[in-house]
């Protein structure tokens, strides 16, 4: 790659900065570094772009590293998810590591660090650690325990290390500086005691590092040439530096790590732990509820993985922090099942129409196109018979000029098949309409060639043919926050946003080529959305996610 080549964002730049100063091309490695505490979210998806991204661009290889330092909260379930969403998204790792992997290297280094007095082993409560190490505009006091003796930090670290002592009675600190200015520096914790179960190492260690240590290291010892992550990270930078510089050797690649800023998405929340929160309150059904922002959610939803990646490179990378609209995602999923989706007849709503003048019992199968953006048109075969549904909303009894679909005395097309004519309607005893009865033009069908095949009306509507409709249950989704930015008032619980409108749960009725339909097959419901088949869909009971709709109608009743 080269300036000349395309317009550099400030992340590539850096990297073209450090190769025309001399770093080798063949040095430069990339990483995702997830933590194994919750699934994925839209935030990692942009991430992962970014990081494989570049590696794709500069044919660097890309390491996928789970930083498991936390065993309290970290599961093997969450390990298995992320590589399934990085795998979803279409990207392929060079090297598959953990921080657990280092857990040796990452004590010896520590004990290193004792012995040059650069750590000591601090026995005050948390409370009084909190209090010692000052404030943003005070500088903190020095521990009562940073001059112990080396020998004295040796033994102490070891018995924790052997699992002598309780969670919270020591800790093991950097010996940096009490008075700097950032706060980070004050002393920072290294290790701390923790009787957990890991899931990968078991029960080997009782004291796990903390993450500024155990990151940097990690990068290092995978010779990461440029570890990028959010602005949050960008204080956590002056420790990170000051870690690597305990251990650098100068024959080997320094990692730098530079921030980009976080692309937060309206209408949702991306944090791990309000994720986790919708979960356990049972706000939504889990951490694939199509409602959520998670990757596996948005994958059950229906979303590809190209729309994602087309989104991520849209927003790009920046510098700072904003809020990218979600019709946007919206406009790229559309864009891309737009060329792959098949177009497919259902009814969500539906009405029985009755053509009176067709034959009883006779039944057509009238050819229709699967996708109009394919290269090579293909096709399927739809029934036609004398009793079909159609949209509730496709009729008025009695309509405005403006209205172009069925009316009495007037003309519309059912889509691939014929011209009809409202003609009467049936009603119950409270005056609703049950039945519409209209007839036909026999030789109006569509692609016959005849005059009246040609003939043109204002309005074409889809159907189903009633005797070989199959009956599916439609979930209809839209923004889980009725608020864009729910995290934006710190004075509200972000759950008070909540759109009790998020799901609601109908009975529609598709054409029968679905009944063979598989999970996460997409469909076009013709002048409706997108669709696809969800996992509890079976051949006996059809399940459809929505999607998304054909155009962007949330703006608008924002707007109201």
């Known amino acids: 790659m080269s300036a000349e080549e395309k317009s550099l964002n400030f992340i590539e730049q850096i990297i073209e900065d450090d190769l025309k100063n001399g770093l080798s091309a063949d040095k430069l490695r990339f990483r995702f570094p997830p933590e194994p505490n919750g699934y994925l979210h839209v935030g990692h998806a942009s991430a992962i772009c970014l990081n494989f991204g570049l590696g794709i661009d500069y044919k660097a290889p890309v390491n996928l590293r789970f930083d498991d330092t936390n065993p309290s909260k970290e599961e093997q379930e969450f390990v298995d998810a992320i590589k399934k969403d990085v795998e979803w998204l279409g990207f392929s790792w060079d090297k598959e590591c953990y921080a657990s992997d280092y857990f040796q290297q990452l004590y010896d280094w520590a004990v290193e660090l004792i012995k040059k007095d650069k750590a000591y082993v601090d026995s005050q409560s948390s409370e009084d650690m909190a209090i010692q190490k000052g404030t943003p505009t005070t500088p903190g006091t020095d521990s009562p325990f940073r001059s112990r003796s080396i020998e004295e930090n040796l033994d102490l670290f070891t018995r924790m290390k052997n699992g002598e002592f309780e969670k919270g009675t020591h800790v093991l600190r950097a010996k940096i500086s009490m008075g700097a200015n950032n706060m980070l520096m004050r002393d920072p914790i290294i290790y701390r005691i923790m009787h957990a179960h890991h899931h990968r190492t078991g029960n080997d260690w009782c004291i796990y590092p903390m993450y500024d240590w155990a990151h940097g290291e990690s990068d290092y010892l995978e010779q990461i040439s440029h570890s990028f992550c ?24 320094r990692p730098k790590q530079r921030e980009f800023a976080r692309r937060n998405l309206s209408h949702t929340v991306v944090s791990k732990r309000k994720l986790l929160q919708l979960v356990e309150e049972k706000h939504v059904t889990g951490w694939d509820d199509p409602r959520m922002s998670t990757i596996s959610g948005m994958r059950r939803r229906g979303i590809t993985a190209t729309a994602i990646r087309n989104f991520a490179n849209t927003i790009g990378i920046a510098k700072r922090s904003n809020l990218i609209d979600v019709s946007l995602l919206d406009f790229c999923i559309r864009e891309d099942l737009n060329k792959i989706a098949p177009r497919v007849m259902a009814v969500l709503n539906p009405i029985k129409l009755v053509i009176t003048n067709y034959p009883e019992g006779k039944e057509e199968w009238l050819t229709a196109e699967n996708n109009p953006e394919e290269e090579v048109m293909t096709y399927r075969e739809v029934p036609f018979s004398k009793e079909l549904y159609i949209e509730q909303e496709d009729f008025q009894e009695e309509a405005h000029k403006k209205f172009f679909r069925l009316t009495l005395g007037t003309e519309v097309r059912l889509k691939n098949a014929y011209i009809i004519k409202g003609e009467s309607v049936i009603k119950d005893a409270d005056g609703n309409i049950t039945e519409i009865h209209c007839t036909y033009d026999v030789d109006s069908k569509s692609g016959s060639g005849t005059e009246a095949s040609n003939r043109k009306v204002k309005g074409v509507i889809h159907w189903v043919s009633i005797a070989h409709a199959k009956q599916a249950e439609v979930r209809i989704y839209d923004r ?23 799901l609601k749960v109908i009975t529609g009725f598709v054409e029968p080529s679905l009944q063979t339909s598989k999970e996460l097959d997409h469909f076009q419901f013709q002048r409706l959305g997108y669709f696809c088949v969800d996992r509890d869909s079976s051949a006996e009971k059809l399940v459809f996610n929505k999607t998304v709709g054909l155009r962007d109608t949330w703006a608008k009743v924002s707007e109201q």
Do not use: A, M
Not at 236 to 251: A, K, M, S, V
Not at 483 to 488: A, L, M, V
């Open 230 to 253: 959010t602005l949050e990270f960008l204080p956590h930078r002056e420790l990170y530096d000051w870690f690597l510089n305990q251990i650098y050797d100068e024959t080997k690649v």
């Open 480 to 502: 889980l926050f009725t608020h864009e930015n729910p995290d934006g008032n710190k004075e509200v619980d972000f759950k008070e946003y909540i759109n009790p409108e998020s």
